[in-house]
Structures are given as C-alpha cells and as structure tokens.
C-alpha cells in the first residue's frame, strides 16, 4: 500500500488520481500476489474497495495469503462500516480457501540460534558482534532518507550494519515507510533491548511487528537482545477467542505480569507469523544464505559461521 500511496500521491493533481493508479497497475501486471493480506490502516482502508473494483473491472487476477478470513480483515478498526464494501468485493471477485496445518515450515530449519541474546547484560556483547562484522570501520551517526522527504536518524552506522535500541525504532511515530527506507540503505540491524510485549507498550508491539515484516521482506540480518525468546516476548498477547479461554483461576492468572496482559486480535493473529520469523531470521540456514548474497554482491570471499552460535 505505501506503493499505492506513493503513485495517488505523483497523481494528486488529476480529477480521480486512483483510476490512473489502478490503471498503471493493470498495465504491468495481470496478476497481483499479496502475501500476508492485512488492513490496519484506516487510509488503506478507505481506498480498497475503489482501487480493487477498478482492478478487477481491469482483468487483474488477485492471489493472496492472510491470517485472517475476508469477514475478519480490519476488524474493530475505525469506520469500518466503511470497509465492509471491499470484504463483499472480495468475496464476490475471489475464492477464499481455508488452509490449515499444525507445522510452520519455517521453524524446521536448524533450531541453532544465531545473534539472539536473552538478558540485558548481552548489550555489550552486541555491540562487540556488531562491530566485528563492520570492520575496521568505524560506526557513527547516520540519516536515510524515507518516502516524501522524511528522514529517519541512525544512532550508529557503517559498512551496511545499523545500530538502534528497541525506543527509538519502535516508540517513535515510525512506520513500514521508514523501515523500508532503513533497509535500502542497510542489510544488517542490531536491536538493543526488545522487551516483552503487552499492554503497557502495545503501540510499540505494532511497530515491532511491522518491522520485522519489513525485515524478512528485504532479507536482511538481526542481531538483538531481547528481555525473552520469540515466544515469551508475545505471551501477553492474545486474541479475543484466547482470552476468553483463560480461566480466572487458572495458573496463568497468577502470574505478576497478568496485569500487561494485552487482548487485541489483530497483533493476536500476527505475533505467530512474527514468532516465526524471528526463528527464521535466526536460523543458520537462513544466515548462511545472508551470507552468500552479501558475498555475491560485494564479490568477497565467503566468511564461515561462527561455530559458537
């Protein structure tokens, strides 16, 4: 969608700016694939039903994967009285298949973890690894440039390595646009400092979220430290439908930090597609593949992996 808003944006001096979007975009291609459909912008959600109907008016093709069902696409959303157009469009133009498997594929690689730190005392220890792939370089503050003439502040950068603590990427207004633009300029992040997530910091939640996504798109590599495991950092989190499931007088209950318990169900149905992904990102197969591309784009020779990982 930042694509979509990127062109209506080129065109906004035409009368209607998004038949020439979806105009352009039939003429490159018949097929549209979107991989893991959501909606949780409420501009995204204003546009959808026009844009698609005109796409679909077009000859386009629509392929996609989501989390979610058509009727629960940006549920609880605002004005989603307004949305609900596009979830009949969908409905009418496609065919909706449900496809379940109790195995993600994506954790059966090797289950050897590559820069994950858990505990706060490994910050040092990060920075040390951090620099060890820079080089001889010397890191120092760094701006990208983002969409619409933003610009997003890197507190240490060099060699294609970028250095942030967990605030200043997630509790800032940042969005997928800027991490997008993170990722052009860098291929590896070190991330100081995740903390578990819930209520207290759920704002924070969707942006780690979105900036994961961003990252697994881009292929890029993680170092981090983090205050659990991929799936203790997610653990207050649950859906509507898994809420209601816990009982008062279960053991969870119990526990002190029941209180950050955060029940929302659109980070509910993501933190297991994230979960995953952290454990991908972390995987050697997936770090070796890293490696073989920077190799072939700097046309160095190929570095073993640390056999201590």
């Given at each position: 969608?930042l694509?979509?808003?990127?062109?209506?944006?080129?065109?906004?001096?035409?009368?209607?700016?998004?038949?020439?979007?979806?105009?352009?975009?039939?003429d490159e291609?018949i097929?549209?694939?979107l991989?893991?459909?959501?909606?949780?912008d409420?501009a995204?959600?204003?546009?959808?039903n026009?844009?698609?109907?005109q796409?679909?008016?077009?000859?386009?093709?629509?392929?996609?994967?989501?989390?979610?069902?058509p009727?629960?696409?940006?549920?609880?959303?605002?004005?989603?009285?307004?949305?609900?157009p596009?979830?009949?469009?969908?409905?009418?133009?496609?065919?909706?298949?449900?496809?379940g498997?109790?195995?993600?594929?994506?954790?059966?690689?090797?289950?050897?973890?590559?820069?994950?730190?858990?505990?706060?005392?490994y910050?040092?220890?990060?920075?040390?690894?951090?620099?060890?792939?820079?080089?001889?370089?010397?890191?120092?503050?760094?701006?990208?440039?983002?969409?619409?003439g933003?610009?997003?502040?890197?507190?240490?950068?060099?060699?294609?390595c970028?250095?942030?603590?967990?605030?200043?990427l997630?509790?800032?207004?940042?969005?997928?646009?800027?991490?997008?633009?993170?990722?052009?300029?860098?291929?590896?992040?070190a991330?100081?400092?995740?903390?578990?997530l819930?209520?207290?910091?759920?704002?924070?939640?969707?942006?780690?979220?979105?900036?994961?996504?961003?990252?697994?798109?881009?292929?890029?590599?993680?170092l981090?430290?983090?205050?659990?495991?991929?799936?203790?950092?997610?653990?207050?989190?649950?859906?509507?439908?898994?809420a209601?499931?816990?009982?008062?007088?279960?053991s969870r209950?119990?526990?002190?930090?029941?209180?950050?318990?955060?029940?929302?169900?659109?980070?509910?149905?993501?933190?297991?597609?994230?979960?995953?992904?952290?454990?991908?990102?972390?995987?050697?197969?997936?770090?070796?593949?890293?490696?073989?591309?920077?190799?072939?784009?700097?046309?160095?020779?190929?570095?073993?992996?640390?056999?201590?990982?």
């Amino acid at each position: 969608m930042l694509n979509v808003h990127s062109r209506l944006q080129m065109h906004k001096g035409v009368s209607d700016p998004l038949d020439v979007v979806a105009a352009e975009i039939s003429d490159e291609a018949i097929i549209l694939c979107l991989d893991e459909f959501m909606v949780t912008d409420v501009a995204d959600a204003m546009i959808l039903n026009r844009l698609f109907r005109q796409l679909f008016s077009k000859g386009v093709i629509l392929v996609s994967t989501s989390n979610r069902a058509p009727d629960k696409l940006y549920e609880g959303g605002l004005q989603r009285d307004l949305f609900l157009p596009f979830i009949d469009t969908l409905k009418e133009r496609c065919i909706v298949h449900a496809i379940g498997s109790a195995v993600d594929y994506r954790q059966l690689g090797s289950a050897e973890q590559g820069f994950y730190f858990v505990g706060k005392h490994y910050s040092t220890l990060l920075k040390q690894k951090l620099q060890s792939l820079i080089g001889d370089e010397k890191p120092s503050p760094q701006t990208v440039e983002v969409i619409m003439g933003r610009k997003l502040q890197v507190p240490l950068g060099a060699n294609g390595c970028a250095y942030f603590p967990f605030e200043d990427l997630c509790d800032k207004p940042l969005g997928a646009a800027d991490y997008f633009g993170l990722f052009k300029k860098f291929h590896t992040l070190a991330l100081d400092g995740i903390p578990k997530l819930g209520s207290s910091n759920r704002t924070a939640a969707y942006r780690f979220v979105t900036l994961i996504d961003v990252m697994y798109e881009n292929k890029a590599r993680l170092l981090c430290t983090a205050e659990a495991g991929p799936v203790g950092l997610f653990e207050n989190i649950v859906t509507v439908a898994e809420a209601r499931k816990v009982s008062p007088r279960s053991s969870r209950s119990q526990k002190s930090d029941d209180t950050d318990l955060c029940v929302d169900n659109e980070l509910g149905f993501a933190k297991d597609r994230t979960i995953s992904r952290l454990t991908e990102i972390n995987s050697r197969e997936y770090l070796e593949d890293f490696e073989m591309r920077l190799r072939q784009q700097q046309q160095l020779p190929l570095q073993g992996l640390d056999k201590r990982w």
